[in-house]
């Protein structure tokens, strides 16, 4: 029978459509193979040179750049803005912005803002906000054939005491999102390991949404949701993956992409620079291991979306957050089968066939020690 699972953090409800597994499949089928286990030259090599002129230096480790194509640009002050447009034509004016300058700013052609928003721009129906902030890249190491759970867990820990550092400089911005996409089934553009850091002097709407019901939970409750749920699940462990002696990972109760993964402190913490040394060396065995499983399950580099969730930088009382990781893979079946989010999902809600309970088995049953490309090293 079909049920329905919500998500605590967000208030989303998923359909589990258990039946639904054993279907027959004649669609689409995608190579998951490749990134993380070749060697090949990139613009993101050491010493190479990028699309806009740079060239990278002869790095050892991690190697963090600003992004030379950023989605997020730091909003300007007025009277920058005002300097702009007496430069500019009486048309120009108008706007606040040259065409010039705002076509090469926002990456849209110069046109008037009426024409975009309708006549009515400051209506109801047309509102618009600033969205600033930077966007950096980092590379995990120079080599573009290891991927993170081909790497060893001392240079795990340089990648993350690289994340707590970004997490912390970046902190004058009112978030900062961490996230990688591995693979090019989810749109990774460049096959180098790596991983991306928007920093945004607005809050995301995930990440409103989580504070939200995170807030309200603990004004119920007095207490973390996520330190509450990772209680609950310790008792039963049926949806455990992994479990070391500072973290848990595991596949959630609500997951709606068939492998997904949710990655938690046992100790109540925020914000990734508040880690302290001990959990840094136990994250970094820990990822190693439960990336090792995912490449295990169908003998294939992996790919997911992933990415840090951590309190916004805009409040004195943390306390109702918890920090945790979100895992979203789409591989389902195989690694050239993968989960589409169409047609019902995309239009009313969303669906899964395999439950959270049988994806945790099956991880579980994934050797976490030994990468299925290591199996005949020597």
Same mark, same amino acid.
């Given at each position: 029978?079909?049920?329905?699972?919500?998500?605590?953090?967000?208030?989303?409800?998923?359909?589990?459509?258990?039946?639904?597994?054993?279907?027959?499949w004649g669609?689409?089928?995608?190579?998951s193979?490749?990134?993380g286990?070749?060697k090949?030259?990139t613009?993101l090599?050491?010493g190479?040179?990028?699309?806009?002129?740079?060239?990278?230096?002869?790095?050892?480790?991690?190697?963090?750049?600003?992004?030379?194509?950023?989605?997020?640009?730091p @909003?300007?002050?007025?009277?920058?803005?005002?300097d702009?447009?007496?430069a500019?034509?009486?048309?120009?004016?108008?706007?606040?912005?040259s065409?010039?300058?705002?076509?090469?700013?926002?990456?849209?052609s110069?046109?008037?803002?009426s024409?975009?928003?309708?006549?009515?721009?400051?209506s109801?129906?047309?509102?618009?906000?600033?969205?600033?902030?930077?966007?950096?890249? !980092?590379?995990?190491?120079?080599?573009?054939?290891l991927?993170?759970? #081909? !790497?060893?867990e001392?240079?795990?820990?340089?990648?993350? +005491?690289?994340?707590?550092?970004?997490?912390d400089?970046?902190k004058?911005?009112l978030?900062?999102?961490?996230?990688?996409? &591995?693979?090019?089934?989810?749109?990774?553009?460049?096959s180098?390991?790596?991983?991306? @850091?928007?920093?945004?002097?607005f809050m995301?709407y995930l990440?409103?949404?989580?504070?939200?019901?995170q807030r309200?939970?603990?004004? &119920?409750?007095s207490?973390?949701l996520?330190?509450?749920?990772l209680?609950?699940?310790?008792?039963? &462990?049926?949806?455990?993956?992994?479990?070391?002696?500072?973290?848990?990972?595991?596949?959630p109760?609500w997951a709606?992409?068939?492998?997904?993964?949710?990655?938690?402190?046992?100790?109540?913490?925020?914000?990734?620079?508040?880690?302290?040394?001990?959990?840094?060396?136990?994250l970094s065995?820990?990822?190693?291991r439960?990336?090792?499983?995912?490449?295990?399950?169908?003998?294939?580099?992996?790919p997911y979306?992933?990415?840090?969730?951590?309190a916004?930088?805009?409040?004195?009382?943390?306390?109702?957050?918890?920090?945790? $990781?979100h895992?979203?893979?789409?591989?389902? +079946?195989s690694?050239?089968?993968k989960?589409?989010i $169409?047609?019902?999902?995309m #239009? $009313?809600?969303?669906?899964?066939?395999?439950t959270?309970?049988?994806?945790?088995?099956r #991880?579980?049953?994934?050797?976490?020690?030994?990468?299925?490309?290591?199996?005949n $090293?020597?």
């Amino acid at each position: 029978m079909a049920t329905q699972r919500r998500n605590p953090l967000t208030g989303e409800w998923i359909i589990v459509s258990p039946h639904r597994i054993s279907r027959p499949w004649g669609g689409e089928k995608s190579s998951s193979t490749g990134q993380g286990f070749t060697k090949v030259s990139t613009y993101l090599s050491p010493g190479a040179t990028r699309s806009n002129g740079a060239v990278n230096p002869d790095y050892t480790s991690t190697f963090v750049f600003p992004n030379d194509f950023s989605a997020l640009i730091p @909003i300007q002050q007025p009277q920058q803005i005002q300097d702009s447009s007496a430069a500019s034509t009486d048309s120009s004016k108008n706007t606040g912005t040259s065409p010039k300058d705002s076509s090469k700013n926002t990456g849209t052609s110069p046109t008037d803002s009426s024409t975009i928003l309708g006549s009515t721009p400051n209506s109801e129906l047309f509102q618009s906000l600033p969205a600033g902030g930077e966007c950096h890249v !980092m590379c995990f190491s120079p080599h573009s054939d290891l991927s993170l759970p #081909l !790497m060893g867990e001392e240079e795990i820990q340089i990648v993350i +005491r690289e994340w707590m550092r970004l997490s912390d400089q970046l902190k004058y911005n009112l978030y900062v999102q961490i996230f990688e996409n &591995k693979g090019a089934m989810v749109g990774c553009s460049n096959s180098h390991p790596h991983c991306q @850091i928007w920093s945004s002097s607005f809050m995301p709407y995930l990440i409103s949404l989580e504070d939200t019901h995170q807030r309200e939970y603990f004004v &119920k409750h007095s207490s973390p949701l996520l330190v509450d749920y990772l209680e609950e699940e310790l008792k039963c &462990k049926s949806r455990v993956v992994e479990e070391s002696s500072h973290w848990v990972a595991l596949v959630p109760y609500w997951a709606k992409w068939p492998f997904e993964l949710l990655v938690l402190p046992r100790r109540h913490v925020t914000k990734l620079r508040q880690l302290t040394d001990e959990e840094v060396e136990d994250l970094s065995g820990t990822m190693k291991r439960y990336l090792t499983r995912y490449d295990n399950l169908f003998e294939c580099s992996f790919p997911y979306s992933m990415g840090w969730h951590e309190a916004p930088n805009n409040t004195a009382d943390s306390s109702p957050w918890q920090l945790h $990781a979100h895992y979203f893979p789409p591989l389902l +079946r195989s690694a050239s089968v993968k989960k589409h989010i $169409a047609g019902y999902e995309m #239009l $009313a809600q969303c669906q899964r066939d395999l439950t959270a309970e049988d994806a945790a088995r099956r #991880l579980r049953e994934c050797d976490q020690h030994v990468h299925f490309t290591r199996r005949n $090293a020597k």
